[in-house]
């Protein structure tokens, strides 16, 4: 039996986002249907609601960090490339509903692009990573992303552009970065949010938004092809996610 999940995973108000200047909306509660269908679900017959979440980026911009902030409440300043992709599930409930996600952290390095890029299709959102303190991965952001999409569904994806390493940028260089950023979020209509994971600043809040968002667009889009009556209880696995699970375990051979 799985453990119950933990208190700071239960989300009973849409969090806030970053910037309203670069928000995937800026509502201060959940989608009214969704919170009419979270209020009438099946409790006992629920199965889990479930998200693809991937995490993309330049080499050594702090991808692996920001997940294992969140997931671990850990951090590392000694740097260990990604080969080919890492997991993990993070387990939510969110009004009241179970959900999972879903976090594929892809390696930056051109030698494991390949390989990484295999695991890409079927997200329902794209974090794009880049480092606050270097101006040159927010300007690979839009490569990263087009490569992304080209495995996914533009209309279905919710888009995050995450700053990392905020602890190293002066409150000057952050303000100019941050314009940058909002200016490119604008641009490919991504959500923009600026985190250190060496102090965990933002880090919490950033996840709890890609989850809350997620499962509203999850639910919606369940409303959308099944009915209110059935929406919220509708399971939603990614096709062929375990067997992605393991090949992400194997060594890579193509690159
Ligand atoms: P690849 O897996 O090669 O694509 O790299 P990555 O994007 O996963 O980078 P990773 O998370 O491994 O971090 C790279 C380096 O940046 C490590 O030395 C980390 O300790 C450091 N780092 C990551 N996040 C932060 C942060 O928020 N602040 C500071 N100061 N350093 C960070
Ligand atoms: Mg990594």
Redesign the pocket.
């Known amino acids: 039996m799985l453990p119950p999940i933990k208190s700071d995973r239960i989300i009973t108000h849409l969090p806030k986002c970053f910037s309203a200047k670069a928000a995937l909306q800026t509502k201060e509660v959940f989608h009214p249907q969704v919170q009419a269908a979270c209020q009438t679900h099946d409790k006992d017959g629920m199965s889990f609601n479930v998200a693809k979440v991937i995490v993309v ?10 997940v ?2 969140f997931c671990r409440g850990a ?8 080969i080919g992709v890492d997991f993990d599930t993070e387990r939510f409930q969110v009004l009241g509903v179970p959900f999972s996600m879903q976090l594929w ?5 051109e030698r494991f692009k390949c390989i990484a890029s295999t695991y890409y299709r079927g997200a329902q959102a794209i974090i794009v ?1 880049f ?1 606050l303190s270097r101006g040159s991965s927010l300007a690979h952001a839009r490569q990263w992303l087009e490569d992304a999409m080209k495995e996914n569904d533009p209309s279905s994806v919710l888009l995050f552009l995450v700053g ?5 940028s002066t409150p000057e260089q952050l303000t100019y970065v941050e314009q940058e950023a909002v200016r490119m979020s604008d641009e490919i209509r991504a959500e923009f949010w600026a ?5 965990g600043d933002g880090v919490r809040d950033f996840f709890l938004r890609v989850a809350a968002l997620t499962f509203e667009a999850n639910v919606l889009s369940e409303l959308e092809k099944s009915g209110p009556r059935n929406a919220a209880g509708v399971i939603k696995i990614t096709s062929g996610s375990e067997d992605e699970r393991k090949r992400a375990k194997r060594k890579p051979d193509c690159c």
Do not use: I, M, W
Request: charged fraction near 30%; charge should be positive; proline fraction near 0%.
């Open positions: 980026g330049d080499v050594s911009v702090g991808k692996t960090c920001l294992s902030r951090f590392d300043k000694n740097y260990k490339a990604t952290d892809t390696a930056g390095q990573v480092d990392t390493k905020k602890d190293l985190v250190s994971a060496k102090s």
